[in-house]
């Protein structure tokens, strides 16, 4: 392919990136951020470690958009579970990004709305930033039927099962979620398939520069009880999954 403007590949922390970042054409320090210019299945991408939160993750998009004029932003990494289909090691590609800790306290309760928009009535403020409709057609073909790595019983705790791909709702916010109840709401309110901390920032900043992304995550934990126990434990493997994931998306980028 003839090779455009480079692809920009985030990850929240190092144990993501490392699977996924090919550093060989120089890197530059911005902001405290290391941006570094390699390949990726054969096209040019630049790679950078956000750090967590959506704070962290909407400031090296917004450079990675207008500082290295990437002409997407893929970010692959790990998350919690919320449906309860699902379970360590499953794949998540979003189709739908919420920040679910924007909007209102209303009842100690959060309202979520999407960010920006003015809570006025009459005024549609759902929350969500879906993905291109033909993107996700492209992603879907390109991932049918991809072999993730089997986990063994000694990972899960449970029998030894298959790894599967699902495409669906992720919700990201600024806490890590280790909490049960926690987990409830957000399925029963957004749908969810997995929270993280990052992806729904990357999706804000890609839609005001116009430009597609792609968040792929594997389930490092359940966002429960053990979730802080889990996710420390599961990083390693299911960093490398989502990073399996996020390189056959890239060949159709
Ligand atoms: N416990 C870690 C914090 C990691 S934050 C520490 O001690 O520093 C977890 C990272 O993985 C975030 O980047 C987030 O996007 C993702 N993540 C994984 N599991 C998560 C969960 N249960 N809730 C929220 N984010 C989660």
Not at 182 to 187: K, V
Not at 223 to 241: Q, R, T, Y
Request: aromatic content about 6%.
């Amino acid at each position: 392919m003839t090779d455009k403007a480079p692809l920009g590949i985030l990850s929240a922390i190092p144990e993501e990136l490392r699977h996924l970042e090919d550093r060989e054409e120089g890197s530059e320090e911005i902001a405290g951020l290391i941006f570094h210019r390699g390949r990726i299945e054969g096209r040019s991408a630049v790679f950078v470690e956000t750090g967590i939160g959506k704070v962290n993750a909407a400031l090296t998009a917004t450079i990675l958009a207008q500082r290295f004029s990437c002409r997407a932003l893929m970010f692959g990494g790990v998350a919690g579970g919320i449906d309860t289909r699902l379970g360590i090691g499953d794949v998540v590609v979003a189709t739908k990004l919420v920040q679910h800790d924007y909007g209102a306290l209303v009842d100690g309760r959060i309202e979520a709305y999407q960010p920006g928009i003015a809570p006025l009535p009459g005024v549609d403020r759902s929350p969500g930033y879906f993905m291109d409709a033909t993107l996700e057609a492209k992603l879907r073909a390109a991932l049918a039927g991809i072999e993730l790595p089997p986990l063994a019983a000694s990972v899960t705790g449970e029998d030894a099962r298959k790894a599967e791909l699902h495409f669906g709702t992720i919700v990201s916010g600024d806490t890590f979620v280790n909490c049960g109840m926690t987990r409830q709401r957000l399925e029963s309110e957004f749908a969810a398939l997995a929270v993280e901390m990052e992806g729904a920032a990357v999706a804000q900043v890609a839609q005001r520069f116009a430009l597609p992304w792609v968040v792929v995550r594997c389930l490092s934990d359940l966002a429960g009880i053990d979730s802080h126990l889990n996710f420390p434990a599961f990083l390693p493997v299911a960093a490398k999954a989502a990073a399996a994931v996020v390189r056959r998306a890239v060949q159709v980028m």
